[in-house]
């Protein structure tokens, strides 16, 4: 079992940057694909993030190639999502996610709030 709780979300105007933290408690950190995902109200969760437990290999959305970075530390367990040129539609609630692959999600985070202001 696999405990996840996101931080570092907030308000910022666009064009700013934000560093989203994901630590993880149970399990062993360096087995499981971790993801961010994120959800505005109304509409369908997005799949941003995904990095492999050697961090050899990560998928990023194309909505958010280019600004946006994953990395882990697996001596800390812990995963990243750094966000730089934010825009007012990165707006949402981010989630972290583990999963055996990066297909399948089985332990998800509470979220944090990332509102960018125009």
Do not use: H
């Not at 709780?5 to 950190?29: H, P």
Request: glycine share 14%; charged share 20%; with cysteine.
């Amino acid at each position: 079992q696999v405990q996840l709780v996101e931080s570092g979300g907030g308000l910022v105007q666009a064009g700013g940057s934000l560093r989203l933290s994901c630590a993880a408690t149970g399990g062993t950190f360096s087995n499981y694909v971790l993801g961010w995902f994120r959800q505005d109200p109304g509409k369908d969760r997005e799949y941003i993030a995904a990095i492999d437990g050697a961090s050899i290999g990560t998928y990023l959305n194309d909505l958010v190639k280019g600004r946006f970075t994953i990395s882990r530390d697996n001596a800390e367990n812990m995963v990243y999502l750094q966000m730089n040129s934010l825009k007012p539609e990165d707006t949402a609630v981010y989630y972290c996610a583990a999963g055996r692959d990066g297909y399948d999600f089985d332990y998800w985070g509470p979220g944090t709030q990332v509102t960018v202001s125009s």
